[in-house]
């Protein structure tokens, strides 16, 4: 039962936290976290050893837990490993061909980027073009990747939600245009085309953020 509880507490906490509820810096009071879940503070305290594990939560000497900063650096390594996993795998999406999923993202891209042509306001999320990731992944058929994949998401997730209120209609166009770059050398059998498309992606939307970071600083 307390494992029951740990994880329900591990999720709820890594929920807020990646939505931003808990902002980064936001101080986690292990009593008032058990008192509003209903659990003692042992599931409390073994869900926040997890996330600092995860590395969503710092646990400082005499103040406690507190969420974790986005530095540059997490969002320099996170975009490091994306670029190891995913432009490999556009390649080999490339080998292996669209399917019926790429070809959805790829329709879809195409209608989205006709209406971020003819807007002129913020974008206040990154929105469904952000799952066009995944789709190449799954392509490739191979669960193994997806599970290592899918440890990164959440450090991916946050960082985009921490950054959409800066995603103007700019760098959303960007974003579809490289998208469908990147499903249009896929769909024409294009290897090598696919994956410097993805790195060309990945390295833009990298430097995008570092901008913002150096920016938010001064």
Not at 8 to 34: H, M, S
Not at 38 to 54: C, F
Not at 196 to 209: E, K, P, S, V, Y
Request: net charge negative.
């Amino acid at each position: 039962m307390s494992g029951n509880k740990k994880t329900r507490t591990y999720d709820i906490l890594k929920k807020r936290i990646i939505a931003l509820e808990l902002p980064p810096g936001f101080p986690i009071n292990e009593a008032d976290v058990a008192q509003e879940l209903g659990v003692s503070k042992t599931p409390v305290r073994e869900a926040l050893r997890q996330l600092e594990s995860d590395g969503f939560v710092e646990n400082v000497p005499a103040r406690g837990s507190t969420v974790s900063h986005i530095t540059s650096q997490e969002v320099n390594d996170v975009f490091q490993i994306r670029e190891i996993l995913e432009s490999g795998a556009a390649r080999r999406a490339a080998l292996f061909g669209a399917n019926e999923e790429l070809l959805r993202e790829l329709e879809e891209d195409r209608r989205l980027l006709e209406t971020a042509e003819m807007s002129t306001t913020l974008v206040d999320e990154w929105g469904s073009p952000e799952d066009v990731h995944l789709s190449i992944l799954r392509s490739l058929q191979n669960q193994t990747l997806l599970d290592i994949y899918s440890g990164l998401v959440d450090r991916i997730t946050r960082i985009r939600n921490f950054y959409s209120r800066h995603l103007a209609t700019r760098r959303y166009h960007d974003i579809l245009v490289e998208h469908t770059a990147i499903l249009d050398a896929i769909c024409a059998h294009d290897a090598d085309l696919a994956e410097r498309m993805m790195q060309r992606h990945l390295h833009n939307a990298n430097i995008f953020l570092s901008d913002l970071n150096t920016a938010e600083r001064k």
